[in-house]
């Protein structure tokens, strides 16, 4: 006979065998709990989070959960979007139901647009490469890369002149 029971998590076992410890209180009673997760997602759920356990044969002293911060968890998404990764930690990946995929650590964000476009964001402003081979930096300075042309902030780097060149000009190779 299998039960099934909703509960807490009261301490925050360890993670260092097969599968991840609990101490889980359900229906006035306090139990070890052994927590798994799908196949390729791995997790130590924190204090207070909540779940379902089941106990395989009816035994209690042989629980198994599966867990749910609902505190932390990320919330507001559309249908079909998809956040992988940890709301106490603030690294995810975000599958936008647009198309896009965000990529968000403390230390910056990585945005794919549904259009290709990349923008890289961090504490000095947005570096943005767009599908037409352009990149455009935070501090206003700009590549662009057309066929064979390829030019820096408005310069173009197959044919200029450089001061210390002798004013000779850039550009192919010569015989």
Known sequence: MLWIKQAVIKTVGKDDKKYPSQVVSYKGKTSDCLAFTPYGLYNNSPEGSGGLVFAPSGIESNLWGIFQDFETRFKDLKTGEVIVGSPVYVNNIEFKADGAVNILTEAGALNLAADSTLTLTND??????????????????TIDVTGDYISATGISLNFHTHIGNLGNPTGPSLP
Request: aromatic share 12%.
């Open 124 to 141: 000095t402003g947005d570096t943005v490469f767009n599908p037409d081979g352009s990149v455009a930096f935070a501090n206003g300075a």
